[in-house]
T-cell receptor, first 114, second 112 residues
């Protein structure tokens, strides 16, 4: 079974631009979560989607948004990019919503904001 | 959210066992204990999880203290490939949230 895939793997943007990142979960997985990883803050939860509905949201400004499609693929969008948004953005999928469900992470998208 | 405490770093020799400790003194009776690890330049990967009893899988063992206020991840024979950051995470049994709260983790170095 193919793992979680994220595109693009690397991205360079300038301040003020917006960016869209894509995540394809493992086949059959219906829940997708997004995380931001920076050297200073570590791994931080952004949001989770299940059946096209946002279930949980982390403590990030409204410039960070996401959505999920009927095939469970998910996108996250960051508008009005700031230098501090430079980070590794990770997507994780799980089969359902049980707390014991294992989360499977993709390789991430490395975003650099200049 | 319940918090975990782990040592910042540990060292091990290749092919020797490694015991990675985690303190979680504020754990609730219904929290699962999960371990993930992140290899260099990769996303985190699941290692093991447990609730009350010790658990074993092909990757590692998880030993949970009787009062559940601490746990230990055991790698039976460390390899160079096990060099990674190891995260101990508490997950509520209820609420069905996918949110994982990562601390700083323990960076494990494995020496040949």
């Amino acid at each position: 079974k193919a793992g979680v895939t994220q595109t693009p793997r690397y991205l360079i943007k300038t301040r003020g631009q917006q960016v869209t990142l894509s995540c394809s979960p493992i086949s059959g997985h219906r829940s997708v979560s997004w995380y931001q990883q920076t050297p200073g803050q570590g791994l931080q939860f952004l949001f989770e989607y299940f059946s096209e509905t946002q279930r949980n949201k982390g403590n990030f400004p409204g410039r960070f948004s996401g959505r999920q499609f009927s095939n469970s693929r998910s996108e996250m969008n960051v508008s009005t990019l700031e230098l501090g948004d430079s980070a590794l953005y990770l997507c994780a999928s799980r089969i359902g919503t049980a707390s014991s469900d294992t989360q499977y992470f993709g390789p991430g998208t490395r975003l650099t904001v200049l | 959210d319940a918090k975990t405490t782990q040592p910042n770093s540990m060292e091990s020799n290749e092919e020797e066992p490694v015991h990675l400790p985690c303190n979680h003194s504020t754990i609730s009776g219904t929290d699962y204990i999960h371990w993930y690890r992140q290899l260099p330049s990769q996303g985190p990967e699941y290692v093991i999880h447990g609730l009350t009893s010790n658990v074993n899988n092909r990757m590692a063992s998880l030993a949970i203290a009787e009062d559940r206020k601490s746990s230990t991840l055991i790698l039976h024979r460390a390899t160079l490939r096990d060099a990674a950051v190891y995260y101990c995470i508490l997950r509520p049994r209820s609420g069905n949230t996918g949110k994982l709260i990562f601390g700083q983790g323990t960076t494990l170095q494995v020496k040949p």
